[in-house]
């Protein structure tokens, strides 16, 4: 199969253990875009959080396109045109306040380059900031400052804790919004029907390339849905256990080039 594309997860697949792209995997993706192929960031992170990757491999350059919010906003790099939003309804903002409240998890969004949160000093609050670069703004009330656009919420918490409280969150929006953890620590909340398969379906619909010539590649929750969806669905030996489980083969580790081992076996013509 002659692949056209490839949509990439960031944390625990295209960076290392250091947040970093190795030289290694920059150099086969910046070659097979000069090939014609086309490279996706296909993330949960916000647009800020991905522009510099984004910039390193050269996308701006040769085109490729950023799937952010796990499928929320599309963006192609070279033109900084959205090609697909979908936001939460607002109606729903005062609820989710709400339910972080309850269940005593602190929520977060995200405005411009700052993430907003009534708790700056949780953790993975702050481990969400890290991973993104951007800096951390306060809210006193949630549900009543936050009355902007939103196309993604995040609920933070230890893993354990996120499993009990998943169900019950399910049950309250499940049929109104998706609900799902990327990381046991990191449980996502965006608009009905948007994940990285749907965001994936809308792209290949944008630039005409078929299904069955995608590769996806991922290591978390989140991925399933593309790496199931795409013509080949590639997880890291890091990867969830859910996520090998799913995946047409499997590679190496996010610290031992996977990425690079992908592109070089299935798309890189020497």
Known sequence: ???????????GTLTNSEKKISARTRDVLIDIQKQGAKVVLATGR????????????????????????NGGLIQDCRTGEVIFRKEIPAAYIPELGAASRKYQVP????????ILTEDTTDKYVRLEAGINKMPIRELQDFSAEVDFPVIKCLMVADGWYLEE??????????????????????????????????????????????????????????????????????????????????????????????????VEKYMKNT
Do not use: C, W
Not at 1 to 11: E, Q
């Open 165 to 262: 409280v998943l169900p019950g969150m399910k049950k309250s929006f499940g049929d109104r919004l998706n609900i799902f953890r990327s990381e046991p620590y990191f449980m996502e909340i965006t608009p009905l029907g948007v994940h990285k398969a749907a965001g994936l379906e809308a792209l290949l619909k944008y630039t005409g390339i078929r299904r069955e010539e995608l590769i996806a590649v991922g290591d978390g929750y989140n991925d399933i849905s593309m790496i199931q969806f795409a013509g080949l669905g590639a997880a890291m030996e890091n990867a969830q256990p859910d996520v090998k489980a799913v995946a047409d083969v499997m590679t190496e580790s996010n610290d031992n080039d996977g990425v690079a081992y992908i």
């Open 46 to 69: 916000p647009i800020n959080g991905a522009v510099e990757l984004s910039r390193e491999l050269e996308m701006d350059v040769y085109g490729g396109y950023i799937l952010a919010f």
């Open 1 to 11: 199969m002659d692949y056209k594309m490839i949509a990439l997860d960031l944390d």
């Open 107 to 114: 929520i977060v969004t995200y405005r411009g380059d700052e």
